[in-house]
T-cell receptor, first 114, second 107 residues
């Protein structure tokens, strides 16, 4: 089954404790991205990757890191989480054109930073 | 002004009703347009793309008005299962998501 998986689905952590949210897709998509969704603000892109070893900042990259060592995986790293990073996070993948192709979203990770 | 604006709703309609949502966008250079559906606490999923000539998929009709910079989604014969949030998405060299319009269909 074609899908995007994320782990963990739910996470409660404390300020400053490094965490990683994993994202994996089995559709051989070149383009992957991370979004956060907050009430009243919609989905905002954090980082994206056009291919292996190619990553770029989205609209709200501060406080986040990503890596793309393999085509299927695109982990999101919070080196020192803060309460303003409490949000619902979605990973997405699509074909190379990124913007004009269907985005396939993972199930979401609900993060709470205390 | 937001790049993509939607009425947040909620739109509460009875089963069988016809309901329409509009979405306005600010960048006249926007290239492509989409409607995504998002169920509560779930991931967004593509509902349909929006073409200049308008397009229909079953009970759903999407239209684009470039002159006035808005897109619309019409749902006919609403079902309980149509209850969700509908996200307007505009591609202006990157995807811009609206905050969504919530639809609640009641029996």
């Amino acid at each position: 089954e074609a899908q995007v998986t994320q782990n963990p689905r739910y996470l409660i952590t404390v300020t400053g404790k490094k965490l990683t949210v994993t994202c994996s897709q089995n559709m051989n998509h070149e383009y992957m991205s991370w979004y956060r969704q907050d009430p009243g603000l919609g989905l905002r892109q954090i980082y994206y990757s056009m291919n292996v070893e190619v990553t770029d900042k989205g609209d709200v990259p501060e406080g986040y890191k990503v890596s793309r060592k393999e085509k299927r995986n695109f982990p999101l790293i919070l080196e020192s989480p803060s309460p303003n990073q409490t949000s619902l996070y979605f990973c997405a993948s699509s074909l190379p054109t990124g913007g004009t192709d269907t985005q396939y979203f993972g199930p979401g990770t609900r993060l709470t930073v205390l | 002004r937001k790049e993509v604006e939607q009425d947040p709703g909620p739109f509460n309609v009875p089963e069988g009703a016809t309901v329409a949502f509009n979405c306005t966008y600010s960048n006249s250079a926007s290239q492509s347009f989409f409607w995504y559906r998002q169920d509560c606490r779930k991931e967004p999923k593509l509902l349909m793309s929006v073409y200049s000539s308008g397009n229909e998929d079953g009970r759903f009709t999407a239209q684009l008005n470039r002159a006035s910079q808005y897109i619309s989604l019409l749902i006919r014969d609403s079902k309980l299962s149509d209850s969700a949030t509908y996200l307007c998405v505009v591609n202006t060299d990157k995807l811009i998501f609206g905050t969504g319009t919530r639809l609640q269909v009641f029996p």
